[in-house]
């Protein structure tokens, strides 16, 4: 029915509908290493709604925070006096990280490529002398490698979805089937990339992505426009399922003190 | 061994030094970069996983000339402009950059303060970073044969961290978020520590790390040291400051007027 709404008057905007998306690839009972951001309201909305017993971890440090609001950084003071433990950088990385413990990463992407590889790190064909510098790879890297899985949020556009990326900061499939075994990553690498447009998920044997679901007021017209490869689209396309009120009530109520500061 | 902050920076930091100012997020030691603005100190090797406000101040000042870190943003706001208009333009000087992964410059830190060469981690393989960075290498396990990562040992001239206290022989005590700072220091030649407080005793607290005095060359009493960042159980983040460093730092003027009217201007922050 919302399809035939017009677009001035839909209830919700396409980030809500990304954020919404993301929040539900989150299982109860899930441990999460999340990035700030859009992972970030995505993870807390999981555990605000479905997902009580999800576990946050935080590259600063923080095990099984529950923070009441959204933290602008991911150090903020809440994030600490609400966790179980608070452990140092090296023994996050070493031995929470490193070695498998955590099922889910959430990361975002300023580009990524048809094997779900990003790049966080530059713009431009030159890395010494970028035409745009990014921040870098941060956590993302051995987030990308060790995670069981990892799921990738990122607006959908010519800009962002390219045939060939500037820089691979982190890798998903890197050429295809078979990359990730020969650079020694241990986790599955990417089940899911969540667009302001749909859901992309790699095909079982080729690694490449192809796009499974479509938010509600989008066309399959202006997904193929957005991507600047040929994408695949699969047989068994389904449409997401709106934000539900309550869904929509919290995300909002949780950017609200961010919205101010 | 309490010493007065704008001296033991005259002391301890040099002109073409490797510094590393830590602190992930929490305790950054921005009063101590100040006075390092303030005494033009020049030529630096930075070193920060994230260089945050406090190096993007000291990079627009004109006292780096080479960067090391692993995430170079304004955490929840966006860019840091005076670091990228240095990468991008050579403003107001060239600043060369080794960069790496968190779990990478970490582990640079903990071989350093293990007195190793080296140290082994899992990761970079696939990325660009490693054809495009120093120090990070591929070896081979000698035990599984496995390919694994080696990320060579760092050793400041003079890590700087701020704490919540010290007491009365400069021993030093910090909780909450203790991010790199244990390594940080136990890497480096020379250790600076500006505090929020000198106290009788410490009340040992949750997650707290204690420095011994033995292992520091200067504590600086310093309240308000690491704002706009914070001290847990002192001061809250000045998430505000965060947001408008975006537009201070964004143009060149403004920031240059900011450099004056707030650093220059003031004698030195921490207490005499």
Redesign the interface.
Known sequence: MNQKMPLETKAWTSDEMMTVSAARSLKNGDTCFVGIGIPSTAAILAKATHAPDLILIYESGTIDTNPSCLPLSIGDGELAQTALTVVSIPEIFNYWLQPGRIKMGFLGAAQIDKFANINTTIIGPSYRNPAVRLPGAGGATEIAGACHQTTIICRQSKRTFLEKIDFITSVGFGTGPGSRQSFGLTGQGPTTVITDLGILEPDQDSCELVFTQIHENTTIEQVLDATGWRLKVSDNLITTLPPTEEELRILRALNEPTAHN | MIRDLSEAIAEFVHDGDTVAMEG???LIPFSAAHEIIRQKIQNLTLVR??PDLIYDQMIGAGCASKLV?????N???G??HR??DA??NSWPNPLEIE?????GL??R??AGASGLPFAV?????????LK?TANAKVIECPFTH???MAVGALNPDVTIIHAQQADQDGNVMLW?????Q??AVLSAKSVLVTVEEIVETFTPR??AIVIPSFVISAVCLSPKGAMPS?A?DYY??D??A??AWNAISKDRATFLAWLESTIFQIETIGAR
Request: no cysteine; hydrophobic share 35%; charged share 20%.
């Open positions: 992930f997020t929490h996983m994230t870190f692993s995430w170079g943003g955490p929840g706001v860019s840091l670091f990228r990468i991008q960069e790496h992964t968190h779990a970490a582990n830190y903990l981690i899992r990761g970079y393989q696939g990325s660009d970073l495009n496995e390919k694994l909450g978020i203790t991010g790199i244990k390594e949750m997650n914070y847990l809250d983040r998430n505000e965060y947001v």
